[in-house]
């Protein structure tokens, strides 16, 4: 199937720096990505479409300065955790889905962030 | 919009058994998919089983089978034969046709005994 990869699977950071994860699919091209949020032993909730050469569509609740995304190319979606606090820890998680195929979405590995 | 519910937050099979999670879900679009994804410790997204909602028959995969009632909007996950690997988080997930994301429910965690 489709290879998507999600950079770094692990960041520790300081609470006030900003934080970039990469989300790149490695095998097809893809207008439109999905950012998703984990909390420990939760369901994943839908943060944002990340959408090629466009503006990201936030869900309800979804602060767009505190959680950056730039979609630059048709393989790279990128989400930048800006001033980032110890509330903010989570894993992030992206998906994608080729333009051609059965509608299955295909995931990153994850990004696990803590803020100390 | 979409909804997914998963009622059993936690299960348990014995191995070599079977064991059915259930699922139920809400949507207003006519053309759409459902999917069962597993979550391993790793907590990479693994897809076990997709179905679409055009198709009457259950979708199956070796020890996986589903059984979608579309009138009900109901998409239960069979697993047969269980085994130790199979202990994980099960998502259910539904999304329409498209550039669509998909909405999951609240998943199950299920445990294999040996």
């Known amino acids: 199937g489709a290879v998507v990869s999600q950079h770094p699977s692990r960041v520790i950071c300081k609470s006030g720096t900003s934080v970039k994860i990469e989300c790149r699919s490695l095998d097809f091209q893809a207008t439109t990505m999905f950012w998703y949020r984990q909390f420990p032993k939760k369901s994943l909730m839908l943060m944002a479409t990340?959408?090629?050469?466009?503006?990201?569509?936030?869900e309800q609740g979804v602060e767009k300065d505190k959680f950056l995304i730039n979609h630059a190319s048709l393989t790279l979606s990128t989400l930048t955790v800006t001033s980032a606090h110890p509330e903010d820890s989570s894993f992030y998680i992206c998906?994608?889905?080729?333009?051609?195929?059965?509608?299955?979405?295909?995931f990153g590995e994850g990004s696990r962030l803590t803020v100390l | 919009a979409q909804t997914v519910t998963q009622s059993q937050p936690e299960m348990s099979v014995q191995e070599a058994e079977t064991v059915t999670l259930s699922c139920t879900y809400d949507?207003?679009?006519?053309?759409?998919?459902l999917f069962w994804y597993k979550q391993p410790p790793s907590r990479q997204m693994i897809l076990v089983i997709r179905?679409?909602?055009?198709?009457?028959q259950n979708a199956t995969e070796n020890r996986f089978s589903v059984n979608f009632q579309k009138a009900a909007k109901s998409f239960s996950l069979k697993i047969s034969d269980s085994q130790l690997g199979d202990a994980a988080m099960y998502f259910c997930a539904c999304r329409p046709s498209g550039n669509t994301p998909l909405v999951f429910g609240k998943g199950t965690r299920l445990s294999v005994i040996a």
């Open positions: 998906s994608a889905r080729p333009s051609i195929g059965g509608g299955e979405l295909f």
């Open positions: 949507t207003s679009e006519s053309d759409y998919y």
């Open positions: 990340s959408n090629e050469g466009s503006k990201a569509t936030y």
């Open positions: 179905q679409e909602a055009y198709k009457q």
